[in-house]
């Protein structure tokens, strides 16, 4: 199983009230997410760059659609904004996998920069924004990138946030458990695009990932 298995309890474990929130990516947009508290009846923003076939607009839910590095929301517009597994894909080539526009196919290994700071710019004072990526030995697939500790400390330094906390997980024949940066940082994933990476254990996709709380 891929690397959802542990971010998703990982964020539900950290939500409270959740205030108005932003799900930058979309990667909450699946019905037995939503209807889980306390994302059920939220004031919840679902924002990606293309529109996808679900939609629980019915719901209550609202739907936004273009580049996380420059939205149309007004300063402090969010209490919370949660990014799992998104931002190693922006300022790459989306078109491999998430939208047809030839002019998403990008080569920016530092684009999830600005949409770090926008995340900032974005959250109310006292807010929060929760980022995951994949983590281990350098890479860059085309598609996405895998974040070595010099590129966490670069969400951290875009960020600027007040306080924040880092939980690093990994990946084995055995399952997900706890790990450390120093531990993983040898970690690879395995490319289904390409085949690349592929190995006994199994691996969906990452075989480590690094979670960030960042408070405004």
Known sequence: M???????????????????????????????????????????????????????????????????????????????VASISTIEHIGLDNTMLYTADPNDAESDENGFVPAVKEFKRILKPGGTCFISVPFGKRNNLGWYQVFDLAKIEAIVEAFAPTSYQIDYFGYSKNGWSCGSATSLSEATVYDVHTGTGWSDDLAASSRAIACLQLNA
């Open 2 to 80: 891929d690397e959802r298995v542990v971010e998703y309890p990982w964020l539900f474990g950290r939500l409270g009230k959740v205030g108005k929130m932003l799900d930058a990516g979309s990667t909450f947009n699946h019905d037995f997410l939503l209807q889980r508290s306390p994302l059920k009846g939220a004031d919840l923003t679902i924002m990606t760059l293309a529109p996808e076939k679900r939609c629980y607009w019915y719901e209550g839910y609202s739907y936004v659609f273009g580049d996380l590095r420059k939205t149309l929301f007004a300063d402090g517009s969010f209490d919370t």
